[in-house]
């Protein structure tokens, strides 16, 4: 029987007067499950009137609240649990969710360490300030909490996942990798656990996997930027410059650009030989960012490669009064007073670009 009709059976025979707790309770559950909070609210609260106030009814009643973001009173029903049942992990997990929402991360913590001490071993609690840990800088406490996690439950993908997110930001690429391919494995198929796969690949310069990994992202309904960037990115770096400009067009045509986007694609158009095409759009990103560094640069070498010498050195020149220690320019400035046969003034820029001079 589908949910719709479960709530509709349900709804009848409370109507027709034949009310019990377990009727409301179940009928609050799946008014949770379509994403209606405050009906749940209702049904769990008529569980609880008609009954002695079970764990389980003052748990969902209070899950209901936060669902609806009535996080004090979310808190209330947390207090009237742990009066009941002082040993409650779900109560303590719970009210430490509530306290965060509310902006007492402090007494939040406290609530799950008060939860660990009664079940060292809970996951969803390990799961909680594991988050927080990781939210609040603290990454090696964070990592050691989903390590237990995942010890205690080695099925549970996102556990995996998070844990995976914690090695990247630890610089663990490795680490993080087979972490997010272990949650990959235990089901989790979202469009972001497969994107962090392929930046993982990337980083490790295993382009031809994470371009799969990118497509099946995209294929999963990732029609993030982010996503659709990156695949386009390693394109480049397997030289399939043709598919690379397909993703960059497609990014075009849902997004207004930016100016890290457009160089990106000026890159790939230069990469693929369309010089002309590239120098229009790094003019396009250097309208958003006039004093950005890198456009500057790679303007420079753009029209360097279009024997636009004078435009260049002017490019480059202005990228030196920014950084002049800028070693990468001092070289391509070499590189022309060379090709002009400047060669004194070719060794200087060599000299400078080398740390000579």
């Not at 007492?104 to 840990?133: E, F, M, S």
């Not at 930001?169 to 979202?190: D, P």
């Not at 799969?212 to 990732?222: D, K, N, S």
Request: net charge negative; glycine share 8%.
């Amino acid at each position: 029987m589908t949910p719709a009709a479960q709530i509709e059976r349900l709804e009848h025979a409370l109507k027709s007067g034949k009310g019990n707790p377990r009727r409301y309770f179940r009928l609050g559950q799946l008014y949770l499950e379509q994403g209606r909070p405050k009906l749940a609210a209702e049904c769990f609260e008529w569980a609880i009137a008609m009954s002695v106030p079970e764990e389980d009814y003052l748990y969902w009643l209070a899950t209901a609240y936060q669902a609806a973001e009535h996080f004090e009173k979310g808190l209330e029903v947390t207090k009237v649990t742990l009066e009941c049942y002082p040993n409650s992990v779900k109560g303590f997990n719970l009210q430490g969710e509530c306290f965060l929402k509310l902006g007492q991360p402090d007494k939040a913590v406290q609530c799950w360490q008060r939860a660990l001490a009664i079940n060292p071993h809970d996951v969803t609690v390990l799961n909680n300030l594991g988050l927080y840990r990781q939210a609040e800088g603290n990454l090696e406490e964070a990592q050691r909490l989903f390590a237990l996690a995942t010890q205690i439950a080695p099925h549970d993908g996102v556990l995996w996942n998070n844990q995976g997110l914690v090695l990247s930001k630890l610089g663990n690429v490795e680490g993080a990798l087979q972490s997010f391919l272990t949650a990959y494995r235990c089901g989790l198929k979202e469009p972001q656990l497969l994107n962090n796969i392929g930046v993982c690949l990337t980083h490790l310069k295993r382009f031809d996997e994470a371009a799969e990994y990118y497509r099946l992202a995209v294929e999963q309904g990732g029609c993030d930027e982010e996503i659709i960037e990156n695949l386009a990115g390693v394109l480049v770096k397997m030289g399939d410059y043709p598919a690379a400009l397909k993703y960059y067009e497609q990014l075009f045509e849902q997004h207004e650009p930016d100016a890290t986007l457009l160089n990106n694609y000026a890159l790939c158009l230069e990469e693929a030989g369309r010089l002309e095409e590239a120098l229009a759009n790094y003019d396009r990103a250097l309208e958003l960012d006039p004093g950005n560094e890198a456009l500057l640069q790679n303007k420079g070498v753009c029209l360097a490669k279009l024997e636009k010498y004078s435009e260049a050195l002017e490019y480059f020149d202005r990228v030196i009064r920014k950084n002049p220690q800028n070693r990468s320019v001092w070289s391509h400035k070499g590189n022309i007073y060379a090709v002009q046969g400047e060669h004194q003034l070719a060794v200087e820029c060599y000299n400078r670009a080398w740390g000579l001079q």
